[in-house]
């Protein structure tokens, strides 16, 4: 595959994402056995961690999205987010699994995992594809995570800049240069 010039260097290649989440897969098919799990997407970054998660899971799931917005402007908190999209159903005595591309400050999670608490799932837990606890602010646990990250931007696997780059197959290293 051609690498597009907005791409500065690989950080994780297809092969070992694909190999991250299968034992993520049997992780989560292990303590999940016999439940009913439902694994929540947060749009639009997730769907590609999500699918490839849902395969590499062999207990009965039920997948689920939720779309978000962040506000913007001075009187917006940090870490307020609005759901522009709801579930299509209810989570009450569900185990639910948050899929998350990239947990950062942790701030939109922190809001998303509280939001669905206050619906009576039986569990709640995090998945992340991405860690990044170095930018941490809100204290939240990580059930599952595919991968420690430091400070560098990155795209692919569902992460963009600007909308574009979800689509790379492989995680990458943003070139900042490209864009100025
Ligand atoms: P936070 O955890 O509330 O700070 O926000 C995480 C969100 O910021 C993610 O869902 C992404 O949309 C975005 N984000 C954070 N770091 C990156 C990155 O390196 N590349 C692309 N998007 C990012
Ligand atoms: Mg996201």
């Known amino acids: 595959m051609t690498v597009p010039p907005g791409v500065e260097r690989v950080l994780f290649s297809e092969e070992q994402i694909r190999t991250r989440i299968r034992e993520l897969g049997v992780e989560i098919s292990a303590a999940y056995a016999g439940r009913d799990l439902k694994l929540i997407g947060v749009l639009k970054g997730s769907v590609f961690f999500l699918t490839a998660l849902a395969q590499?899971?062999?207990?009965?799931?039920?997948?689920?999205?939720?779309?978000?917005?962040?506000?913007?402007g001075k009187t917006a908190s940090p870490g307020v987010v609005r759901i522009a999209k709801d579930l299509d159903e209810g989570i009450e005595g569900q185990d639910v699994l948050l899929v998350e591309?990239?947990?950062?400050?942790?701030?939109?999670?922190?809001?998303?995992?509280?939001?669905?608490?206050?619906?009576?799932?039986?569990?709640?837990?995090?998945?992340?594809?991405?860690?990044?606890?170095s930018r941490r602010i809100a204290q939240i646990d990580v059930a599952y995570r595919g991968f420690e990250i430091g400070d560098p931007f990155l795209i692919g696997c569902g992460l963009d800049f600007r909308q574009h780059y979800r689509n790379l197959p492989y995680l990458a290293v943003m070139n900042p240069g490209h864009f100025d």
């Open 56 to 72: 590499a899971i062999d207990i009965p799931v039920k997948i689920d999205f939720l779309g978000i917005s962040s506000y913007s």
């Open 101 to 133: 591309d990239i947990v950062d400050t942790g701030l939109t999670v922190r809001y998303l995992l509280q939001t669905l608490a206050g619906r009576g799932p039986n569990t709640i837990g995090l998945c992340t594809l991405l860690d990044r606890t």
